[in-house]
């Protein structure tokens, strides 16, 4: 238990915060494309350097209208998802 709560203090985001938004991320493709969970995992996937759990903050922070996270993350959400939310 000391080590869960150790690796919480150095990282104000913990593993459950990355998990919820990669799970958020794929009910907004779901919710808006009309897709199932595998593509949306799929789509949120892409061979990248950024990885699923990076894209998927920014998906969310996009989607929500919150303030993008890391410039290249933001950059490929505005690119991948911007005319879904901004036709």
């Keep these: 238990m000391a080590a869960l709560h150790s690796q919480t203090t150095t ?9 919820r938004a990669l799970d958020t991320a794929e009910g907004v493709l779901i919710g808006i494309r009309r897709i199932g ?5 799929d789509e949120l996937n ?3 350097r950024l990885s699923v759990f990076t ?4 998906l969310v922070a996009l989607a929500s209208g919150n303030e ?6 933001a950059r490929a959400a505005r690119t991948e998802w911007g005319a879904l939310f901004w036709p």
């Design 46 to 48: 892409p061979p990248s």
């Design 37 to 41: 969970t595998a593509d949306a995992f």
């Design 11 to 19: 990282n104000p985001r913990g593993p459950g915060d990355r998990t």
């Design 68 to 73: 993008l996270p890391e410039p290249t993350a």
């Design 55 to 58: 894209l998927a903050e920014a």
